[in-house]
Structure formats: structure tokens, C-alpha cells
């Protein structure tokens, strides 16, 4: 079985070295639809990123009135991690906001200086597993006779624009994925009929070899082997091509996208899971190509002659 | 080993033949002969299953080829040799590698190519010429690479449709030699040809066809 695919590659390899034009197309456009596809998963990916980020943050604060005890806080704090659409509740003490506060003020020591806990509530600091929760709880939180007031971070703006911000982000992933879909399966078609053509003129320049082949008891699999085999060729160049200019691109980049996105992990820090995306990307842009190639010249195959 | 049965096949209108019928036994060495158009090719191509009959049958070794599915129409054709006019040759492959393409057809193991392949160029003279290419032989050459093509892989059958035709006087006599010489180590050989020069000379079964039609069928002299 090794052998016998042996003499298809090399078949196919003789039939890209005679028609050295025919080929360049073939890996061009393929390159240029893999480039795209792979950095078209980078954004994918990095803007699910961001949206999580945002949707999965700690993003509201319950000030607790200063009278409360710290019976009824443990409760309300119990009541919280019990809800199914909220999670990662935490205390925070007086002292530890104040910690907070000098942390965030630290160029500015004379700030500090001038404060002491009593000043800072005592809080519950959570997150919701959806924004579009975030509305209700807040409401039900409000009510609580322990809680004073309920706060949103900073960076999402205030609480009638939290909604907003978060549907605007999920718009624009939204947005990414269809018209980056549309985009990648022109390109997809565009390679799938250049495939097409190439091997149709290939079974043409063929069809004398293909009609002894036949005449001498070569079974249909023998005959269309080399042809598919040459197609896959192409393919993983141009797999291969357009996924490592994508990654060079997205490489060079990165650290500007890091600094600029600060603690949002828009790509993964450690080198060993960012090629490990990589990797996953490549992997399925290769089983792709592969199909793409196979049902190609299978289709070239049977519309050029009954094999 | 043949055994043709009321064979008719027509294109439209032109009979090509009609109501064939004779038996080849597996070792022997017969001609089927006729001016052109008489239907020598035809009958080849329909022991090859290259063509459907309209009526009748074929049987190779008891096998009715004319009624076998299509995916087996490879493994039928790997048991029959077919040495071409036209020689069919593939002009991108040396000799050696269009020997050895009928081999990879057939399945057998890579290592084993180099003997077999050696042995039939040898026995067809052309083993010091092996890595020639088709355009760098002779018309004379490239029929004996189409024969060395349809002996390697050891057939029941030989077909050869006007092996002589387009070869000089004297090197289709040493083909016919050759055919000859592999007739007496057993196998079958049907050749088609309307060289009656050559068929006179060598004196074997002679299936004549003209329009069609069996006129005439008998054993010949050498």
C-alpha cells in the first residue's frame, strides 16, 4: 500500500514539475484563502476574548451599610454564590478597600495619608455569568436592607450603559464572524474552481495516459490517485503559506496589541499556548484543505470522464 | 478458454458484426483477419470490455465478461494483455516505467518489479534500453515495449490488434517470432491483423470477417 501511493506521489509530483505556472495559481490563491482564514480565527478568537473579558469580570459592587453585622453579610453573601447566574462573590473589609484606594493612589501619598477605613464601606464584589442578568440582579440587590448603594466598575460606564456597551461589543464579534464567514467562503469557492480548473486542464493534457491506464486494467482509484494527490499538494502549500504569513503578522504585532489592550487577554501570554492555538488553527485549515482538495478534483474527475 | 456466442454489435446503422460465434482454446494462437473496416478491432474491444455487445455472449474461462459489473471490468483487464497498433505507450515515462506501471496496476510489491521487468525486456531485446524514452525509440521498439507491457504481468490472454501494422517487413516478422516464442511457453494469443503475408507465414487458426460476417475459419498450412 506504502509503495503503491509511492508511485502516486511521484506521478504527481512530475505532473506539478511539467506545468510549473499551473501549480504557483494553484498555491497562490490558496495562500491568499488561508491567510485569510487564519487571520480572520486570530480576530475570532481574540474578540471572544474581549467580549468575555467584559462579560465575566467582577462587575458589581454592593456597599454595605456600616451598621450591618457580619451575620446577615455572610448571609446575603451565601444568598449571592447560591444564584445560578451569578458567580466569584467576594467580601471586601473596610480595610482591604482602603488597601485598595492606597494601591490605586500610590504616585499620590498625601491621598492616602488623609484617609482611614471607616471612610470605605465594607462591600460584595461579584460577577454575572451573563450581562443580560445584570439588569434584575442589580434590582433585587437594591433591596436588601443591608446593602447602601450598588456600583459598576469603572471602565463599563454607568449602570444604563452597561447593557449597551456589552450589546455593542457583542455586535461587532457578531459582525467579525458573519461578514468575515461571507469574506472566507467567497474565498473558499474562488479556490474550490481554481482547483477545479487546474485539475480539469490536468485530466485534459492526461487523458491519453488516462484512456491506457484504463485499457490496461488500472482500477478508477489507481487512475484518480495521483490526480487528488496533486490537488492535496497544493493545498497544503497553500495551507502552509498563508497560515505562517498570518502568524509572522499576528507575532510581529502582538506585543503592540498586548500594551494596548493591557489586561485583556486579546492572545495568550504563555508561548506555549499561543502556538498551541496556532496549532489548533493550522490543524483544522489542514483537514479543510484537505477536503477542499479531495471533493475537487473528485468533482473534475467524474464531470471529465466516467473513471 | 474464449468462447464467443452469436456475437452482434452495430454503431447507428453500420453492422459492425453480426452473429459471430467460435472458441479459442486456452495455449493456442490464432488471427483474426479482414480488410479494414470488417470488425477485427471491434471484437478485441469487446473481449476487453471496452464495448458492449448488442446481442450474444463472451466467456472467458466460463466467465460472461459482457454481463460483469463495471467495477470488476479492472480486474479482467488485468488478466488480458493488449498489445496496441498505436503501441499506447506513455511518452512521459521511460520503458522501464511504462513495464512497471502495469505491475503497480496489478498490485505487486515494488521489490519484485526489478526481475519481472528485467526478464520480459529481456525477452522482447530490450534490456539494454531501458531508460530510454518512448520518443527516443523506434516504431519497432515502442511495439515490443507494448508487448513487454502485456507479458510482465503473466496474462491468460493476449490481445494484439495489427501489431505489424505500422512496423517495417522485417521487424514484424521478428515480432511475430516473438509472439511465437511466448505462444510456446503457453500462453494464448489472438492477434488481429490483415497482413496476409504474415498470417500465411506463420501458419496458425485464422478467423477471417468481412462486413461483419464469418466467411471463413479454418486452420492454415506453415
Known sequence: ?307 | MLKIKNLTKSFGNIIALSDISFDVKSGEFIFITGPSGSGKTTLLRLILRDLLPDKGEILLDDIEITKIDKKDIPALRQQIGVVFQDFKVLPERTLRENVEIALAILGVEQDKWHDRVDGVLKMVGLDTRSELFPSQLSGGELQRVSLARALVVNPKLILADEPTGNLDWETADKMMDLFEKINKEGKTIIIASHHEGIIDKMGKRVVKLEKGKLTDHKSKAK
Open chain 1, 1 to 307: 500500500m506504502k509503495k503503491m501511493s509511492n508511485i502516486h506521489i511521484k506521478t504527481a509530483v512530475s505532473n506539478i514539475r511539467r506545468s510549473p505556472f499551473q501549480a504557483i495559481a494553484a498555491a497562490f490563491v490558496l495562500s491568499l484563502t488561508f491567510f485569510v482564514v487564519t487571520t480572520l480565527a486570530i480576530l475570532v478568537y481574540s474578540s471572544n476574548k474581549i467580549l468575555y473579558y467584559f462579560e465575566t469580570r467582577p462587575q458589581i459592587i454592593a456597599f454595605l451599610k456600616d451598621s450591618v453585622t457580619s451575620e446577615s453579610v455572610s448571609a446575603l453573601q451565601e444568598k449571592l454564590a447560591g444564584d445560578v447566574r451569578i458567580k466569584d462573590v467576594n467580601y471586601v473589609s473596610k480595610e482591604e478597600a482602603l488597601g485598595i484606594y492606597k494601591k490605586a493612589t500610590a504616585d499620590n501619598p498625601l491621598l492616602s495619608e488623609l484617609v482611614s477605613p471607616t471612610i470605605f464601606p465594607a462591600s460584595l464584589e461579584f460577577s454575572v455569568k451573563e450581562l443580560s442578568f445584570a439588569k434584575d440582579i442589580i434590582e433585587e440587590v437594591k433591596k436588601d436592607p443591608i446593602v447602601d448603594q450598588v456600583g459598576f466598575t469603572a471602565s463599563l460606564g454607568p449602570e444604563n450603559t452597561l447593557q449597551d456597551t456589552v450589546e455593542r461589543l457583542k455586535t461587532i464579534v457578531w459582525y467579525l464572524k458573519i461578514g468575515g464567514g461571507a469574506f472566507v467562503l467567497v474565498l473558499t469557492a474562488s479556490s474550490f474552481l481554481v482547483l477545479l480548473v487546474i485539475v480539469s486542464m490536468r485530466l485534459t493534457t492526461r487523458r491519453e495516459e488516462i484512456e491506457i491506464l484504463d485499457l490496461v486494467g488500472a482500477t478508477s482509484r489507481f487512475i484518480k490517485s495521483p490526480i487528488i494527490i496533486e490537488a492535496i499538494i497544493y493545498t497544503l502549500i497553500g495551507v502552509i503559506l498563508g497560515w505562517l504569513i498570518s502568524i509572522i503578522l499576528t507575532l510581529y504585532i502582538s506585543p503592540s496589541l498586548i500594551s494596548y489592550f493591557k489586561e485583556i487577554p486579546v492572545l495568550p501570554i504563555d508561548t506555549l499556548k499561543l502556538f498551541g492555538l496556532f496549532g489548533i488553527i493550522l490543524l483544522g485549515e489542514i483537514v479543510i484543505g484537505i477536503s477542499l482538495a479531495i471533493a475537487g478534483s473528485q468533482l473534475a474527475v467524474s464531470r471529465a470522464r466516467k473513471v
